[in-house]
């Protein structure tokens, strides 16, 4: 670093760090701006309790704590309001959902071909009437051509698809959605899943739980399951990732026969916006 040493003070003082206030005043009690020797602003704010950080032209990774080999282990990104931690440098805020069933539950042995069906929320038994979880046709003219149902009327049918609601309490950002499914028999056939959010009824009317404004958060291309012979994989592309504070989100399930059950497991990353 270069030294001070035997220098004359306008050959050096755009180095020198003060704090931007005017008068020598000293050490503020309210948060004030560090600047140069220049009165240029940095990111800097300190008073004498708080240290604040905040960029003032770009967006960006504001603050950073290194390991001794240079690599980040802390991130404070502004552009995405992200904390990222550890080697992996993985949004901090990080959660995971769960949705599953067994292929031995009531409701799985009643599905239907070419429709979609709400997937309990926490893996939870899914049991009652299959037709209760029913959201929409997945065929116009060929098989998974037609996403779920944008909206759900629940006229008889609450005690039953309250189980798949996934209700959603902050702002969050779905990262990735992965889903495993084995069907139980020899005999497969196409499979697809959705992930959707919607606006829901929450007024406890007539109306309460009704679902409106559907949109697909993420999808993936048909899968041929082959039996029973092994399990089946897709990470799934995320179409609309955030998803507001109020929302539901339900999985869906489809197949364009009905030779086997299915077991399923989809894994929901997200983190708090």
């Known amino acids: 670093m270069p030294s001070f040493f035997d220098k004359l003070y306008n050959s050096y003082f ?6 931007g206030h005017a008068g020598n005043n000293g050490t503020p009690t309210a948060t004030t701006n560090i600047e140069g020797g220049d009165g240029v602003a940095t ?3 300190l008073s004498d309790d708080v240290l604040s950080v905040q960029p003032k032209n770009d967006d960006g990774n504001a603050l950073l704590v290194k390991n001794q080999a240079g690599n980040n282990i802390f991130t404070v990104d502004t552009t995405n309001s992200k904390l990222l931690g550890g080697a992996s ?3 901090l805020n990080t959660n995971y959902a769960y949705f599953g069933c067994s292929s031995s539950d009531p409701s799985v042995s009643g599905m239907l071909a070419d429709t979609h069906y709400a997937i309990p929320f926490t893996i939870a038994h899914f049991g009652g009437t299959p037709a209760n979880f029913a959201i929409g046709s997945s065929t116009s003219s060929s098989f998974n051509d037609t996403n779920p149902s944008t909206s759900l009327t629940i006229s008889s049918t609450a ?7 996934w209700y959603v309490m902050d702002d ?4 990735a959605v992965k889903w495993f499914h084995g069907a139980d028999t020899a005999t497969g056939e196409d499979t697809a899943a959705h992930l959707l959010s919607y606006t829901v009824d929450t007024d406890n009317g007539s109306t309460g739980g009704d679902l409106s404004s559907g949109t697909v958060v993420a999808d993936g291309g048909n899968i041929t399951n082959a039996g029973y012979e092994q399990i089946y994989y897709q990470s799934m592309t995320i179409q609309s990732a ?3 504070a109020g929302k539901v989100i339900l999985f869906t399930f489809a197949s364009d026969t009905v030779n086997s059950d299915y077991s399923l497991n989809c894994i929901v990353k997200y983190h708090i916006r």
């Open 43 to 45: 990111a800097l704010n």
């Open 242 to 244: 955030d998803v507001d």
């Open 172 to 175: 969050i950002t779905i990262d």
């Open 159 to 165: 005690y039953d698809v309250v189980t798949a609601y």
């Open 14 to 19: 755009k180095r020198i760090l003060q704090f």
């Open 89 to 91: 440098q993985t949004a």
